[in-house]
């Protein structure tokens, strides 16, 4: 492929990937025209650069990886947006995702951020932001808190039984 070509392939790719978003987003009550332009385009290049690396990672067309990035993104994205309880409203039966999504929230939090990990990267994203749902600023907020309370201790001979 020429450089011309390759430039094509990758807006018409980029192009997809925003409308699968966009899709998947409205089934939600979801709609991302209504952010900023600022916002949507660092949330698409976003959800871009993990399909490209998780592409060259796995030695894979960015079309194999991208429907798995771009649904788990536009979770991500829901989660932070919508918190979860408005999610679990929507759907009740994607419990399960939501409380992966919180976990993803957790470790993030801990600083175990992995490079391939989506729900991480838009978090990271979102939190910087004021659309960032209050209830998941909370979560995020509240375990930090917990994160620094000491760890209270027995004694050391709280654990002796009597013989």
């Not at 060259?56 to 429907?67: A, D, G, M, N, W």
């Not at 979770?75 to 932070?80: F, H, L, R, S, V």
Request: net charge negative; charged share 25%; with cysteine.
């Amino acid at each position: 492929m020429t450089g011309r070509e390759l430039e094509m392939f990758s807006f018409l790719e980029k192009n997809l990937q925003k409308r699968v978003l966009f899709n998947y987003l409205l089934a939600v009550g979801l709609d991302l025209d209504e952010l900023k332009p600022g916002v949507v385009k660092q949330l698409l290049r976003v959800v871009h650069q993990q399909v490209l690396s998780v592409s060259r990672k796995y030695k894979q067309p960015p079309h194999i990886v991208s429907e798995n990035i771009v649904c788990s993104a536009s979770w991500g994205i829901a989660y932070c947006l919508l918190g979860p309880s408005k999610l679990l409203d929507v759907y009740p039966e994607f419990k399960d995702r939501t409380e992966e999504a919180e976990m993803e929230l957790l470790l993030l939090r801990n600083g175990e951020m992995m490079e391939h990990n989506i729900y991480q990267q838009i978090f990271a994203f979102l939190l910087e932001t004021p659309h960032c749902h209050p209830e998941v600023r909370s979560i995020y907020d509240h375990t930090y808190l917990t994160l620094e309370k000491p760890i209270q201790t027995m004694p050391d001979n709280s654990c002796l039984l009597p013989l």
